[in-house]
């Protein structure tokens, strides 16, 4: 999968532009806390990192105020990976000289294979709370088996 950072509200800590900072990551914490259970990461709505591995960002001091960055690292998650298989045949039939006929069948998407989007990966609101949807997958991306056939004359 592609590497994801996992955010913090920006009113947490003092950003120049705005935007979202990432979280401090709990002493002795994973830095890719994610769930090898296949059953929790390929069902949407569960869990895929475990929001619980990270705390509210505090500058490394303990009982700091907000206001400091954290030290996770950034694109520390691996998020879900995605797999297609495309497969076609092809047929060709000469009917007469110059005149051929060709019958195609393509399959997207062969193995019908759900491959999920990324996590939401903000874990702290602006009151420092905990955000319940973190960590959770709730869509899918591409789609689903698709298969297109055709006949093409030419002459």
Do not use: C, W
């Not at 929790?40 to 490394?60: E, H, I, K, M, T």
């Not at 009982?63 to 030290?71: I, V």
């Not at 000469?94 to 062969?110: P, S, V």
Request: net charge positive; no cysteine.
């Amino acid at each position: 999968g592609t590497p994801m950072s996992i955010t913090s509200n920006n009113q947490l800590s003092h950003t120049l532009f705005g935007g979202t900072v990432r979280p401090d990551l709990k002493s002795g914490g994973e830095n890719n806390p994610v769930y090898e259970s296949p059953e929790v990461r390929a069902v949407p709505g569960l869990f895929y990192y475990d929001p619980s591995n990270f705390a509210p960002q505090s500058g490394g001091r303990a009982g700091a105020p907000s206001g400091y960055y954290g030290n996770l690292g950034r694109n520390t998650v691996i998020g879900p990976g995605t797999a297609t298989v495309d497969f076609s045949l092809m047929k060709n039939a000469a009917i007469t000289e110059g005149k051929n006929l060709q019958f195609r069948a393509e399959f997207f998407n062969l193995l019908n294979r759900p491959n999920f989007s990324q996590p939401s990966p903000l874990v702290f609101d602006s009151a420092a709370a905990p955000v319940a949807a973190a960590g959770r997958i709730s869509s899918t991306v591409g789609s689903a088996r698709q298969i297109q056939l055709a006949l093409r004359f030419t002459f």
